[in-house]
């Protein structure tokens, strides 16, 4: 069976949004999971979906651009990320949407969808967020690990990447890494 990875930036008190609705203190989205040679596929929400799409196109389209959302330079590992979002099917969690610009994205429209996913033969997938869909599959019990990168500041008002969890977790630590800017990465996976 396929395992379910998920990897996330959040603020030290567990904040994946801010107060905007957005993660301004994270400097550039690439993976720093270390997951993509590990999948062969990424599922992410339908409320994630649509900024995903438009942020790495964006990239794809003109790496040596600003992008028009942050006005920054793609660092050299988004541009690498955005090549990897090219070739790699995508699936969306979504009861609303059906449409996608990318062709290789599929529309999945229930909880029993993913865990059919997970059945088929392939890599590992890449549960990419947001947050409201990491919580509904860990409480299906679906993930199989969770990474967090955790950014050193607290957020106060903002989205919390557990908030919406249903019932209690237990989680098994299985590694630590320090991480450039005083980042660190937690791996875990649910007990």
Same mark, same amino acid.
Do not use: C
């Given at each position: 069976m396929r395992k379910l990875i998920s990897g996330m930036q959040i603020s030290l008190d567990g904040k994946v949004t801010g107060a905007e609705g957005f993660a301004d203190w994270v400097d550039?989205?690439?993976?720093?999971?270390?997951?993509?040679?590990?999948?062969?596929a990424c599922l992410l929400g339908a409320g994630?979906?649509?900024?995903?799409?438009?942020?790495?196109?964006? *990239?794809?389209?003109?790496?040596?651009?600003?992008?028009?959302?942050?006005? !920054? $330079?793609p660092a050299p590992a988004e541009v690498d990320y955005a090549r990897f979002t090219a070739q790699t099917p995508h699936y969306v969690l979504s009861?609303?949407?059906s449409h996608a610009l990318w062709p290789?994205?599929?529309? $999945?429209?229930?909880?029993?969808?993913?865990?059919? $996913? !997970?059945?088929e033969k392939g890599k590992d997938i890449y549960l990419v967020g947001g947050? !409201? *869909?990491?919580?509904?599959?860990?409480?299906?019990?679906?993930?199989?690990?969770?990474?967090?990168? *955790?950014h050193p $500041?607290?957020?106060?008002?903002?989205?919390?990447?557990?908030? !919406?969890?249903e019932s209690r977790r237990a989680l098994a630590l299985q590694g630590i890494r320090k991480l450039d800017s005083g980042?660190?990465?937690l791996t875990y996976t649910p007990g």
């Open positions: 550039e989205w690439s993976d720093h999971y270390e997951v993509t040679p590990r999948v062969d994630m979906y649509p900024g995903y799409e438009q942020y790495w196109t964006a *990239i794809r389209n003109a790496p040596d651009h600003p992008l028009p959302m942050t006005g !920054k $330079l009861s609303t949407l290789h994205t599929r529309f $999945l429209r229930t909880v029993a969808d993913v865990a059919a $996913l !997970k059945q947050g !409201k *869909i990491v919580a509904s599959l860990l409480d299906a019990g679906l993930v199989d690990e969770l990474t967090l990168t *955790i $500041l607290l957020a106060g008002q903002g989205t919390s990447l557990f908030g !919406k969890l980042l660190v990465s």
